[in-house]
């Protein structure tokens, strides 16, 4: 049977697919190819059609993937450019998490997206994947090496025997608080999961909580309520406030006080008339008004309102993320103000809302998360 199955586009990458096959045999390991072509029968397709066509290849190739993996594939990889790695990824999505996949590709998406919530290898071709040359040889030959290499795993597929974890949610700005979390859980023998709360990070987050690899949640960094409601960019998760909605959960406002943005000079000019700071020289952070603030606090409160598991919030009064601080460029006493006044007045009475005169980042914040998990855990 084959320990690689290879899906392509066979109508128009016949050749790259079957050199890849080759490749992969000169390493011992047997491959077949899925084709996800759109069989359009020559027409040119657009629009509703043109979709409808990619969801259809996408859920025939899903079956024949899946039947193959129960026959002992180890390992699924795809080649395509725009259509055709539109239709492997979604191909690749719909597979376990861990669940060894590559795609090669041209990469004409953005690749957050694309492995927000599912482990994919990314291999960039650099060149199109239209016709073998020099560098496209290159790069099929390396991924025939690495997908070799993953046929020797002596685990295939889904981990097995997980450890329950902590799911906490963390970002650069709250850093300081997680690495206090994550001392007192190892104090603990614990094992703890952080997730970075960048707008991608949580789809994964939200994911490994529906498939039950957490037993508590920390909820420090809800900062995806101001990409999801105000701006920034994100992956697309429904479920990122709702999954593991039964267990015990502590929730703090980090990273509620900025708005993620862009390198600065691509940043709109009217929200750098506000308070921010470069992050990095990929990253703008930008200061919420009170208002925003008010938006997102409310937001969080409905979604807490909505859990069936025991909740408490924490809300540090010295400050949300590492810049909101004495002397840092978005310092903000009021807004903390306006959070906890919100939450105050929004979060059901079966939800107690525990204000702390100190940083999210300071020491004494990790033992009050602990005692407060203690008790919902009781």
């Given at each position: 049977m084959p320990k690689v199955i290879v899906l392509a586009t066979v109508a128009t990458k016949s050749d790259e697919a079957e050199f890849l096959v080759a490749r992969l045999a000169d390493n011992g390991v047997k491959a077949q190819i899925v084709?996800?072509?759109?069989?359009?029968?020559?027409?040119?397709?657009?629009?509703?059609?043109?979709?409808?066509?990619?969801?259809?290849?996408?859920?025939?190739?899903?079956?024949?993937?899946?039947?193959?993996?129960?026959?002992?594939?180890?390992?699924?990889?795809?080649?395509?450019?725009?259509?055709?790695?539109?239709?492997?990824?979604?191909?690749?999505?719909?597979?376990?998490?861990?669940?060894?996949?590559?795609?090669?590709?041209?990469?004409?998406?953005?690749?957050?997206?694309?492995?927000?919530?599912?482990?994919?290898?990314?291999?960039?071709?650099?060149?199109?994947?239209?016709?073998?040359?020099?560098?496209?040889?290159?790069?099929?030959?390396?991924?025939?090496?690495?997908?070799?290499?993953?046929?020797?795993?002596?685990?295939?597929?889904?981990?097995?025997?997980?450890?329950?974890?902590?799911?906490?949610?963390?970002?650069?700005?709250?850093?300081?608080?997680?690495?206090?979390?994550?001392?007192?859980?190892?104090?603990?023998?614990?094992?703890?999961t952080v997730f970075h709360a960048n707008g991608y990070g949580g789809a994964a987050f939200a994911r490994f909580a529906q498939q039950n690899a957490f037993d508590a949640i920390i909820d420090l960094t809800p900062h995806e309520l101001t990409r999801i409601h105000l701006a920034g960019v994100h992956a697309h998760m429904p479920t990122r406030f709702s999954a593991g909605g039964d267990l015990p959960r502590v929730v703090l406002p980090g990273g509620l006080n900025f708005i993620g943005l862009g390198q600065k000079s691509l940043v709109q000019e009217h929200y750098l008339e506000r308070p921010h700071y470069e992050h990095s020289g990929l990253f703008t952070h930008v200061k919420v008004t009170a208002d925003e603030m008010v938006q997102v606090s409310t937001q969080l409160a409905i979604h807490l309102n909505a859990l069936a598991g025991p909740c408490a919030v924490i809300v540090p009064m010295g400050g949300f993320s590492h810049q909101d601080c004495a002397g840092g460029p978005i310092e903000d006493a009021n807004l903390r103000a306006v959070c906890l006044e919100t939450l105050t007045s929004n979060l059901r009475d079966t939800i107690t809302v525990t204000p702390i005169d100190a940083h999210i980042s300071d020491p004494e914040i990790t033992p009050e998360i602990m005692t407060k998990l203690a008790a919902l855990s009781a």
């Open positions: 084709d996800i072509s759109l069989n359009s029968q020559g027409k040119t397709l657009g629009g509703a059609d043109k979709c409808y066509a990619m969801e259809r290849a996408a859920n025939e190739a899903l079956s024949q993937v899946h039947a193959a993996c129960a026959n002992n594939a180890e390992v699924v990889v795809a080649i395509g450019g725009g259509t055709g790695g539109e239709i492997a990824l979604q191909v690749l999505r719909a597979m376990p998490i861990t669940f060894p996949k590559i795609m090669v590709t041209t990469l004409p998406f953005d690749p957050r997206v694309a492995v927000a919530d599912n482990c994919i290898v990314l291999v960039p071709t650099l060149a199109d994947v239209a016709g073998l040359n020099t560098m496209l040889r290159e790069v099929l030959g390396n991924a025939a090496l690495m997908i070799a290499g993953l046929c020797r795993k002596s685990r295939k597929g889904e981990l097995k025997d997980v450890v329950p974890s902590v799911g906490i949610t963390g970002l650069g700005a709250t850093d300081g608080a997680i690495k206090h979390l994550l001392k007192a859980f190892a104090e603990q023998d614990r094992e703890a």
